[in-house]
Nanobody
Framework: QVHIVESGGGLVQPGGSLRLSCTAS????????MSWYRQATGKQRELVAN???????NYLDSVKGRFTISRNNVRNTVSLQMNSLKPEDTAAYYC?????????WGRGTQVTVSS
């Protein structure tokens, strides 16, 4: 059974940093692309970043240069380092893996950027 758990969200001032972490179990982690999405209130969920099994990364334009995605195939974790946070980064952040054709999501972690 695939199980995804996110952690690391919180309240941070503009310009601050947070590091999100996602742990995946029930899959051979190193073989799968892992993704971070976010959903702000009243908006559609959007892809923030993903990292392939070979370590290639892809970012939403608005976070390029500020966010960094990385993975640890020993610990089965994927992290999202978020720097220079802006109020518009406020959202629930979700980790996702697509396994055997189906998406598996965590419950999300809330990030609020506010002074």
């Amino acid at each position: 059974q695939v199980h995804i758990v996110e952690s690391g969200g919180g309240l941070v001032q503009p310009g601050g940093s947070l590091r999100l972490s996602c742990t995946a179990s029930g899959i051979n982690f190193k073989l799968f692309t892992m993704s971070w999405y976010r959903q702000a209130t009243g908006k559609q969920r959007e892809l923030v970043a993903n990292i392939t099994s070979s370590g290639s990364t892809n970012y939403l334009d608005s976070v390029k240069g500020r966010f960094t995605i990385s993975r640890n195939n020993v610990r089965n974790t994927v992290s999202l380092q978020m720097n220079s946070l802006k109020p518009e980064d406020t959202a629930a952040y979700y980790c996702k893996v697509r396994y055997r054709g189906s998406p598996y999501w965590g419950r999300g972690t809330q990030v609020t950027v506010s002074s």
